[in-house]
């Protein structure tokens, strides 16, 4: 039987001008043949998002390779054909938008020679092109521990790159899938910053899944270690009854906790709540106002670039 939510988990439904916007973006999804993470991952704050003009797009279809048993995304061993339409439409959809920050991300296309790689760079070039003002995170696979893929998506330049690492070092063999693994997240993650260490890093953990606060404190001090600059902690729900299941509802005095931890490691940001995801919006504005104040003060020498180093 499904654990009771708790009523910190309840989810506002969008009324007024937000419910308009929501069925607006919604509307323009269908028309241009895109998929968003908001629907797929059953996202519980796609009203709260869409109302806002917040999306995230996943791009390369609605079909992952992958099986995680967290996630409600299909999956197949084998994807559909990429859309070359793709890059243009997501391009499109974001400039009618006027979107400020954009998120980007997609499926796992192990069956692809590239992973996707191509792809997913020719998603931010045309996004840039169109709306060259916009930032534009993009949370990536892992692309199987290939550094090489993970630098074609980089190099496409990308404001913030994310991989989620989503749970803790014991617990990934049976949350994730079996190609997944947390000291190949990691290695993405410290990767993208040796090439790039003024390169924005962001990274996401689910809580509730069986965890303790050292395994997280742990993981933590991993992701700082790698240079990671922005950190969320979300609860994970179980999306259908085949799903993982919950093994606890984490409180939102635990989540201020690994909030204030999270900070103390020296983030420069954390999003810690029971709602809580990895492209939650609540973040982006935070994120987009730091980065612009840091490039400001890195142009005029008056702002060193932070130590990715955790602090003790």
């Known amino acids: 039987m499904a654990r009771k939510k708790p009523p910190w988990l309840k989810i506002r439904l969008p009324t007024g001008e937000r419910q308009a916007r929501y069925n607006r973006v919604r509307a323009r999804a269908r028309e241009l043949r895109l998929h968003t993470v908001?629907?797929?991952a059953r996202c519980p704050n796609i009203g709260e998002c869409w109302g806002g003009g917040t999306a995230t797009f996943m791009?390369?279809?609605?079909?992952?390779?992958?099986?995680?048993r967290f996630c409600a995304v299909n999956t197949r061993r084998?994807?559909?054909?990429?859309d070359p339409l793709e890059p243009a439409?997501?391009?499109?959809a974001i400039h009618e938008m006027e979107l400020d920050y954009v998120v980007i991300t997609s499926v796992d296309r192990d069956d692809l020679p590239d992973q996707g790689a191509g792809?997913?760079?020719?998603?931010?070039?045309?996004t840039r092109a169109r709306s060259p003002h916009t930032m534009i995170e993009v949370l990536i696979p892992d692309f199987r521990g290939d550094l090489a893929l993970v630098d074609v998506v980089a190099a496409a330049g990308p404001t913030v790159i994310a991989h989620n690492v989503e749970t803790v070092r014991r617990l990934t063999p049976r949350v994730r899938d079996p190609r997944a693994g947390y000291d190949q997240s990691i290695a993405v993650l410290r990767h993208l910053k040796d090439v790039d260490p003024q390169g924005f890093t962001k990274s996401s953990i689910m809580v509730g899944v069986g965890e303790s606060q050292d395994e997280?404190?742990?993981?933590?001090?991993?992701?700082r270690a790698a240079g990671v600059d922005f950190l969320t902690v979300g609860q994970y729900l179980q999306p259908t009854p085949r799903h993982?299941?919950?093994?606890?509802?984490v409180t939102p005095e635990q989540f201020a906790e690994y909030e204030r931890l999270g900070l103390e490691l020296g983030f420069a940001y954390?999003?810690?709540?029971?709602l809580v995801r990895s492209s939650y919006k609540a973040g982006e504005f935070f994120i987009e106002q730091h980065i612009k104040q840091q490039r400001q003060h890195q142009s005029s020498g008056t702002w060193p670039a932070a130590d990715p180093s955790p602090t003790p």
């Open 119 to 126: 792809h997913f760079a020719a998603v931010i070039a045309e």
């Open 216 to 223: 997280v404190l742990e993981c933590m001090v991993d992701l």
């Open 270 to 274: 954390v999003a810690s709540g029971p």
């Open 38 to 40: 908001c629907e797929e």
């Open 78 to 82: 084998t994807g559909g054909p990429l």
């Open 89 to 92: 439409n997501v391009a499109t």
């Open 59 to 68: 791009v390369m279809g609605d079909i992952c390779t992958r099986g995680c």
């Open 244 to 249: 993982l299941k919950v093994d606890a509802f």
